[in-house]
């Protein structure tokens, strides 16, 4: 496999995005504020609706799984010089799926109304430009790396 394939482009690229999204969740578990200014503009701006920001915890729950997500292309590309067991192999497709999954449902949902009414106009509109296209990206990201390798 060439260094600089298509695919070895592509699973870099997935997994730089997932790894910064991490760093991102665990920046928010320890008080950061970016995309907003306060904390309540940081809600808005990152979960459309209420007042209380999750808790520490939760921020880097969601970071662990982003980190190991990112993992999952290089672990699917390298799956025969890592050895693993046939079990493993079987599974491994079921689990890009699942992931796979999670992010489109996550990124076609965003843009149903009845969903979006009931947020903060400034997370529409970040959903609709910015975290909705990510995620189906994400998702297809996956499906193509499970394919094509």
């Not at 695919?7 to 999204?21: D, G, K, N, S, W």
């Not at 999670?102 to 997370?123: Q, S, V």
Request: charge should be positive; glycine fraction near 8%; hydrophobic fraction near 55%.
């Amino acid at each position: 496999m060439a260094l600089f394939s298509l695919q070895t482009i592509l699973a870099l690229l997935t997994t730089a995005l997932l790894f910064a999204l991490s760093l991102i969740h665990i920046y928010w578990g320890f008080g950061g504020l970016w995309p907003g200014k306060t904390k309540q503009d940081l809600i808005d701006k990152v979960f459309g609706k209420g007042t209380q920001f999750p808790s520490p915890f939760s921020c880097f729950f969601v970071a662990t799984g982003l980190f190991l997500f990112s993992l999952l292309p290089w672990i699917w590309m390298f799956r025969f010089e890592l050895k693993l067991t046939q079990q493993t192999l079987n599974l491994l497709p079921y689990l890009f799926y699942i992931v796979s999954g999670i992010f489109l449902l996550r990124g076609i949902l965003g843009y149903f109304p009845f969903l979006t009414k009931h947020w903060k106009p400034i997370f529409v509109q970040y959903t609709k430009r910015i975290y909705n296209p990510l995620c189906i990206v994400l998702g297809l990201a996956f499906l193509l790396i499970l394919y094509w390798f």
